[in-house]
């Protein structure tokens, strides 16, 4: 019959032993190219290249998993301009994978002989000064008036939040936004008809509301209310 403390010392071996195993096993995986970087993965890429991502990312193949600091990763992605974020994660024994959001066009600012994109937050993360040419898509988006466009100014804000979940009915006929206020958007369309959208809320069903009203005759459109729309 085996004593109390001859169990105790059996069990304290076979702990030791288990945090051995774990420590070398930890060890191994960091400092030796057994579960290192062999293959990197970009998904849902579209406008940036894969091979921009992964130069700008910098990550050395054959670099062990462990030592990769995803963080550090993710954010020098997330600093190419058209790039909104990224997140990075290891896939073991050897993949790292680097998922991006890209950003969206939503409308252009034109000061004098430059044009800049917005995004859906307000960020104008692509610039065409003068003598560079803006390309068809974005040349077409809607054009911005506002007094501070920015990221941070609330107005803009409001405005590329409404423009952002247009219906493709209203892209297609829309020429220009004015903002004076977070609560004072209007629009331009083609034929030169006007709307008064408001502030960014309810904006479904406003341009639910705008839909039928643009079926009748009118150069002035009111949505701002979408339960009493109204035409002149």
Do not use: C
């Not at 190219?33 to 910098?58: F, H, Y």
């Not at 990769?68 to 954010?75: K, L």
């Not at 969206?104 to 917005?118: E, M």
């Not at 560079?132 to 609330?154: E, F, I, R, Y």
Request: without cysteine; proline residues 6%.
């Amino acid at each position: 019959m085996i004593g109390r403390p001859a169990l105790r010392r059996r069990g304290l071996i076979w702990t030791v032993l288990v945090v051995v195993v774990v420590v070398a096993g930890a060890l191994v995986a960091y400092y030796t190219p057994l579960m290192s970087v062999r293959d990197t993965e970009v998904l849902d890429n579209k406008v940036v290249s894969e091979s921009q991502i992964l130069a700008v990312a910098g990550v050395e193949s054959g670099t062990p998993l462990l030592q990769v600091d995803t963080a550090a990763v993710a954010r020098r992605v997330a600093a190419i301009e058209s790039i909104e974020s990224a997140r990075v994660q290891r896939s073991y024994p050897s993949t790292l994978t680097i998922t991006v959001v890209e950003r969206q066009p939503v409308v252009r600012i034109v000061d004098g002989q430059t044009t800049q994109i917005l995004d859906r937050l307000g960020v104008a993360y692509l610039t065409y000064a003068e003598g560079k040419k803006v390309p068809a898509q974005l040349a077409s988006l809607p054009q911005l008036t506002t007094a501070h466009p920015g990221p941070t100014d609330p107005t803009t804000k409001a405005a590329v939040k409404a423009v952002a979940g247009f219906p493709s009915y209203l892209t297609r006929v829309l020429v220009s936004v004015a903002a004076t206020s977070p609560v004072d958007i209007e629009l331009t369309l083609k034929g030169d008809r006007r709307v008064v959208w408001g502030d960014s809320a309810r904006g479904d069903e406003k341009a639910r509301a705008l839909k039928n009203l643009l079926s009748r005759q009118g150069t002035l459109y009111n949505v701002s209310s979408p339960d009493f729309p109204a035409f002149k």
